[in-house]
């Protein structure tokens, strides 16, 4: 069965670094776009990035463009997001996600927690 | 990179039918069949209820459904359950090559 785990989450201080990973099985890695998507405490979801399934396309939000940026390994089946001069605002569950080939999201990771504060 | 607006919430009865709306603009949900809806529950991950505007994923019940008229999509869930009740977004891509979510809409069964 399809499976994303998320790892690297944590808390920082505003300014810091910190890099997010996704564990992917139980697809053929290789053949998906993989997205980023957020979600702060109480509120909606933010979408945040997108990767194509061989790397060579990324695009992202407004919000993190120039700070972050959207990675793969496939050798790896493994997925970042490199997350540079954090903000409080930054502070939410950043969910990995299989894109289904036409931007639906039918496979969501379970999350982790990123808090930025001093 | 506006939200699409969704109401902030909707209610209905057991057995009832009910409808959401989410609205964009010619860039995103206009401009392209690329409208999907999901449902959390709380303290769990989304998931994907219509995608394509219409199409349902495997596993979801023939009473999730969806439409788009102009810049404004819809999903309907007909014969309320208790499970249903959560919160439902709509997201779109947009001409940007990104995607943009709905503000999200609070279902509750009465």
């Known amino acids: 069965q399809v499976q994303l785990v998320e790892s690297g989450g944590g808390g920082v201080q505003p300014g810091r670094s910190l890099r997010l990973s996704c564990a992917a099985s139980?697809?053929?890695?290789?053949?998906?776009?993989m997205h980023w998507v957020r979600q702060a405490p109480g509120k909606g979801l933010e979408w945040v990035a997108v990767?194509?399934?061989?790397?060579?396309?990324?695009f992202y939000a407004d919000s993190v463009k120039g700070r972050f940026t959207i990675s793969r390994d496939n050798s790896k089946n493994t997925l970042y997001l490199q997350m540079n001069s954090l903000r409080p605002e930054d502070t939410a569950v950043y969910y990995c996600?299989?894109?289904?080939?036409?931007?639906?999201?039918?496979?969501w990771g379970q999350g982790t927690r990123v808090t930025v504060s001093s | 990179q506006s939200a699409l607006t969704q109401p902030a919430s909707v209610s209905g009865s057991p057995g009832q039918s009910i409808a959401i709306s989410c609205t964009g603009t010619s860039s995103d949900v206009g401009g392209y069949n690329y409208v999907s809806w999901y449902q959390q529950h709380p303290g769990t991950a989304p998931k994907l209820v219509i995608y394509?505007?219409?199409d349902r994923p495997s596993g979801v019940s023939s009473r999730f459904s969806g439409s788009k008229s102009g810049n404004t999509a819809s999903l309907t869930i007909s014969g309320l359950l208790a499970e249903d009740e959560a919160v439902y977004y709509c997201?779109?891509?947009?001409?940007?090559?990104?995607?943009?979510f709905g503000g999200g809409t609070k279902l509750t069964v009465l």
């Open positions: 997201s779109s891509y947009t001409s940007t090559n990104t995607m943009v």
């Open positions: 394509d505007v219409t």
């Open positions: 996600v299989r894109d289904s080939l036409n931007w639906g999201l039918d496979y």
């Open positions: 990767i194509s399934y061989d790397g060579s396309e990324t």
């Open positions: 139980g697809f053929p890695f290789n053949n998906y776009g």
